[in-house]
């Protein structure tokens, strides 16, 4: 079974960066799209940024272009999302999850299949 575990996150001020990282076990990572997305307290989950299995397609939620990156490296068998630039809007819990889908989709926790259990990132004003 393919089993994800995120790790990276934690406390940081306002303008500060982390780098999550979501490494994969059981399962190649080569054959499905990654997404990661986040959940504050009292809100729906979010996508924040997805990729396609071979690396080449990316979207970024509006709230993050030009801040998160996305990147994946298959030989790790981990993606990773470098975020920059960090506000006190971006605290939630960040979640990895792989679709059995390679390609694209939209970007939406449905289209997911398997979540890993998710790391806090806390933004101070």
């Known amino acids: 079974q393919l089993r994800l575990v995120e790790s990276g996150g934690g406390l940081v001020q306002s303008g500060g960066s982390l780098r999550l990282s979501c490494v994969a076990s059981?399962?190649?990572?080569?054959?499905?799209?990654i997404g990661w997305f986040r959940q504050a307290p009292g809100k729906e989950r979010e996508g924040v940024s997805c990729?396609?299995?071979?690396?080449?397609?990316?979207y970024y939620a509006d709230s993050v272009k030009g801040r998160f990156t996305i990147s994946r490296d298959n030989a790790k068998n981990t993606v990773y999302l470098e975020m920059h630039g960090l506000k006190p809007e971006d605290t939630a819990v960040y979640s990895c999850?792989?679709?059995?889908?390679?390609?694209?989709?939209?970007?939406?926790?449905?289209?997911?299949?398997?979540w890993g259990q998710g790391t806090q990132v806390t933004v101070s004003s």
């Open positions: 999850a792989a679709d059995s889908a390679a390609f694209l989709r939209q970007c939406k926790a449905f289209e997911y299949d398997w």
């Open positions: 059981g399962y190649s990572l080569d054959f499905y799209a």
């Open positions: 990729v396609s299995s071979n690396g080449e397609n990316t």
